[in-house]
């Protein structure tokens, strides 16, 4: 998998979110208001046209982020660590296949706070837990970044071969081989937010996520076996392997942090 690729599947998260079917969905592409008021409209027109577009206020303001050339909803869900659902809910989006260049889309709960530095502060949830002030890994040493897991216990996915490591640059999690069918398992507790084959390079994907800081993306599978909404167990068969979108039977298993690939050996037990 290459780095566009990995690139790709980083915005997805939660697009992961508008119905419950594993079948493939078909993403509708970015439609560009700004370029289509250049064709149609005077300068001053198209100037309107672009003030226009929702959330446009916004621009530049933590927490919220632009729309660009080419993007999803499903991608710009995983690279912020969150669900397609929580985004499409968030910003009122009657059809969240739909987005525009430019448009400005909220990408943390309302009633979070986002300083100018990154720090996110997450309001009070239904458990009561305390608003909790949280750093991006970026601004952390690499090694500090990834120590603690918040109790999931992450297990191997796969008990296949490992053929591909993690790099920063080159891909964005490891590769497991295997034989076509073998079992993919899920790596800890939690929910499905992505189910389905919207993301080229990643061809059949599971994304799940286990809490407010942590997702998993499992992917190039053969047959899914869970549903988007569906809550899972550290273990369970959630997929079969396959080479969908690969050049040979493997899965493709990734660990976000806050959104961000990190490195998954550095959570998973030693073989």
Known sequence: MNCTQSFVLTALISAVLVGCSSAPRVLAPVEDRMASGRSSLNGGAAMDAAKALPGSENAGKPGYYTVQRGETLTRIALENGQSRRDLTRWNNLSNPDVIEVGQVLRVVPPGAAV????????????GGEV????????????AAAVVADEGLGFIWPSNGTLIGGFDESKNKGLDIAGKAGDAVLASADGQVVYAGAGLRGYGNLIIL???????????????????????????????????????????????????????????????
């Open 115 to 126: 300083e100018a530095s990154g720090v996110v502060v997450r309001p009070v949830t239904v």
């Open 131 to 142: 608003p909790v002030a949280t750093t991006p890994s970026k601004s952390a040493p690499a």
């Open 209 to 271: 996520k286990h809490n407010n800081t942590f997702l998993t993306a499992y992917a190039h599978n053969q047959k899914l076996l869970v549903k988007e909404d569906q809550k899972v167990r550290k273990g369970e068969k959630i997929a079969e392997m396959g080479n969908t979108d690969a050049d040979r039977v493997k899965l493709h298993f990734e660990v976000r942090r806050q959104g961000k690939p990190v490195d998954p050996a550095k959570f998973l037990p030693a073989r």
